[in-house]
């Protein structure tokens, strides 16, 4: 039972600039760990590690480790605005109303307006929102969207941003 558990849990990489980079399951881990490739990182919130048991030992594994070698980023452009990867960005919801539904990709500036194809002015929008929105800016028909259009991020900087925030209390503390 305990072993299910601890196969479950994740640990946090750093690369060896300090930047998080992703969760890896705690096998992974290890054998970074074991080869060197990677040492604990103490984040200072008195988190002594998971603990991993073998028939002769056990073991704890750091919740957070470090990449003690350059980390081999693969190389990542912006994706091109297309349906899928716009419905990706808005996690396939209306950003219009919220509906998971008949969704569709909607210019925020119409094209007839000016509005380009582009990622600060493509939302994924219902049938029903975009029939309503039809051929009108949103203020102009008093409809909000619920976040800013902007093109994705680098999945690294999402995965940081995502990081610290579950971080909050820690982060202040270090900012003190
Ligand atoms: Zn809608």
New binding site residues.
Partial sequence: MVRTQTFRQTVAVFSKSYLPLNQINIKRAVILLVTGKAEPLDLGNGVKGIPMHSPTMVLLVPQYIRLTVNHQERSWRVPAVTRREVLRRDKHA?Q??G?TKHLTLDHVIPVSKGGKHTWDNIVT??E??NNRKSNHSPQQIGMTLRTTPKAPLHPIVAFAEQFWRGHKVQSGNLDN
């Fill in positions: 209306c219009y109303c509906s929008a219902c029903r929102c």
